[in-house]
């Protein structure tokens, strides 16, 4: 039994040494929008990848249109550093993918990594579409 216990001990301390780390310290700011998708506001969110920009977030948020049931919204903020002054994501003008000219990382119109330097997909807000009428919140 005594030859046991340094064992236990051992597993215990390489059990608590797990990495936490869940990606980049985009700082957390309160996020309660609503846009109304329909609104002539809003005529890029009528098609099938179509993005418009909002106040709100941490540096703006990014809403893309996936489908007429489905919309994402994401923190401008790119994830690879995302304090620094530059760092704020675009759709690109090909309107195929999202890129940060600051660091020239880019991200699919899903926010996936499709080219580093970030290693980590852009943070995604929650949207709930009600009617005509998107949510989005953190």
Known sequence: MSRIWPLLVLLFLVSACKDTFNGPAIPEVPVSEQINVSSLQYPALRQDGGYVY???GYKGILVVRQSASLYTA???ACPYDPTAACSQVKVDPSNLFI???CCGS??????GVMAGPAVYGLKQYK???SGSVLYISN
């Open 54 to 56: 909002l106040n709100g």
């Open 74 to 76: 994401f923190e401008r």
């Open 106 to 111: 880019q991200f699919n119109l899903q926010g």
């Open 127 to 129: 949207t709930s579409l």
């Open 99 to 101: 890129v940060d000219d």
